[in-house]
């Protein structure tokens, strides 16, 4: 925090950290001081345990912590690989298939990774889980007649939201 405020460089990302867990101020002739919330970091550490992450890179504390949480988002995109997205067995006739099969699961994996920095990014973490989030997603249905352009049914307000929440534009139609 002292180095974010002796540069000028803040990192808005970091900020409900700061303001939960320190005070500051600076003056002209002390500099900038920290002092710490004491009894809010007693509360905070009543449940935490204790790990270390070594890295080979030079980052602060909080950077360190998210890439280390962002492994996670890996680890369960190959399960929807395996689940959601029907990888578990490749069942393909040629190997153009399998390459054009492996281009949309990656296609796929890029959407789940932007949903998911998105969902972060609007705090939609405290509500949804990334497969919760898309079984929501999952319900719009498509009607389809004769002669006639397909269409989407009508959502309700709240799925619209989720859509500009993550920052899409809801379909109407196809």
Known sequence: LKQELESGERVLQHEKLYQQFFTWKTTPKRGTQVMVKEESVIEAKRYFGFFALITNETMNAVTALELYRNKDVVEKAFGNLKER???????????????????????????????KKQMQEKDLVKRFSIPGLLDKLDVIECFEQPGKALQVGEMVEKLKQLYYDLGVTPPTSL
Do not use: C, H, P, W
Not at 89 to 112: M, N
């Open 85 to 115: 997205l029907n990888m578990r067995r490749t069942l393909v006739s040629s190997e153009q298939s399998l390459d054009g099969k492996l281009f949309v699961q990656f296609v796929a994996l890029i959407y789940l990774s932007y949903i």
